[in-house]
């Protein structure tokens, strides 16, 4: 995928997220999203607690960069890397990761082909 398709992406994802109700922790009747790109590696852009507003959600998928790997190997541990955080939300008691309002889990592959 190039540049301008992977752009038209995060500009599509943006707009669509805008019908989900997105905010701070302190607000219980909202949804918590997280990004996660892969090629041959997994990168998670942003996890339930860094995605505060409709706009955070824009400037993360908006600043996502193509990548020069051909490679979707990743797929799995980006699977792998949600799994384990909704693991970690549920045993980590200290921090309200917002496990108990709906969860958006959007996946990229950022891979050139």
């Not at 890397?81 to 108990?100: K, L, R, S």
Request: glycine share 6%; net charge negative.
């Amino acid at each position: 995928m190039g540049a301008a398709n992977l752009r038209q992406i995060g500009l599509s994802l943006s707009s669509e997220l805008t019908t989900v109700p997105i905010a701070g922790l302190d607000d219980p009747h909202t949804s918590r999203v997280s990004i996660i790109t892969y090629d041959e590696t997994v990168n998670v852009k942003a996890n339930f607690t860094e995605l505060n507003s409709h706009a955070d959600v824009s400037n993360v998928l908006l600043s996502l960069k193509v990548s020069n790997s051909s490679s979707a190997a990743g797929i799995e541990d980006a699977f792998w890397a949600a799994e384990t955080m909704m693991i970690d939300c549920w045993i980590d008691t200290n921090e309200d990761c917002g496990i108990n309002r709906q969860q958006a889990f959007v996946f990229i592959g950022a891979s050139m082909k």
